[in-house]
């Protein structure tokens, strides 16, 4: 079965400082990828997704970046964090084809910036 | 654009009541429909989904959603409701004639159940 992982799990870190989440899927292969952000515990806004190694498709500009080093890894980064990117960070991952595919999710990053 | 819409914010409802969270959407194309659900500071869960087929879909923990293509709806619904229900419910769309990949949900809903 494929399982879907996060990490870390919670993180603090003062404005101005770097950022790196990590998500990793296991039992499947070419999935496609995707990062979203809740924030106050509500609706998700699609940050970025992922359809292969190198392919990275930005949903809206901000600070944030996105890479996909290795076919089942998606890295959520950022150079300078504000304090507006504070929420809860989910990664998600469904097949490669077919749109009918149902989307699987981790269990999320809380991020407070300070 | 594709748009999903749940009208309440918050469902209250007692333990044993039947309970419906609701959700409209807007497509251009056929949409495919699904409702997850989330417990606090955790990811999302699969519950159910409408592809195609029959109107009644059934998932998980005993829920059930109703496709109404011409109220552009899709409710979700428990016979009986438990305690353990209450939760965060996001439903959302994925528009078939677009091929856009990613899921458009909706604003979510609180549940909560009272014993």
């Known amino acids: 079965s494929q399982t879907i992982h996060q990490w870390p799990a919670t993180l603090v870190q003062p404005v101005g400082s770097p950022l790196s989440l990590e998500c990793t899927v296991e039992?499947?292969?070419?999935?496609?990828l995707y990062w979203y952000r809740q924030a106050a515990g509500r609706g998700l806004q699609l940050l970025f997704y992922?359809?292969?190694?190198?392919?990275i498709s930005s949903e809206v500009p901000q600070n944030l970046s996105a890479s996909r080093p290795q076919d089942r890894q998606f890295i959520l980064s950022s150079k300078k964090l504000l304090l507006s990117d504070s929420g809860f960070y989910l990664c998600?991952?469904?097949?490669?084809?077919?749109?009918?595919?149902?989307?699987?999710f981790g269990p999320g990053t809380r991020l407070t910036v300070l | 654009a594709q748009s999903v819409a749940q009208p309440e914010d918050q469902v209250n409802v007692a333990e044993g009541n039947p309970l419906t969270v609701k959700c409209t959407y807007s497509?251009?194309?056929?949409?495919?429909l699904f409702w997850y659900v989330q417990y606090p500071n955790r990811g999302l869960q699969f519950l159910l989904k409408?592809?195609?087929?029959?109107?009644l879909v059934k998932g998980s923990y005993g829920f059930e959603a109703e496709f109404n293509k011409s109220q552009t709806s899709f409710h979700l619904k428990k016979p009986s409701a438990l305690v353990s229900d209450s939760a965060l419910y996001f439903c959302?769309?994925?528009?078939?004639?677009?091929?856009?990949?990613?899921?458009?949900f909706g604003s979510g809903t609180r549940l909560q159940v009272q014993p």
């Open positions: 998600a991952w469904d097949k490669r084809a077919g749109t009918t595919d149902t989307q699987y």
């Open positions: 039992g499947t292969s070419n999935p496609n």
């Open positions: 992922s359809v292969g190694i190198g392919q």
């Open positions: 497509v251009s194309g056929n949409p495919y």
């Open positions: 409408y592809i195609t087929g029959d109107n």
């Open positions: 959302a769309v994925r528009d078939e004639d677009t091929g856009r990949r990613a899921l458009t």
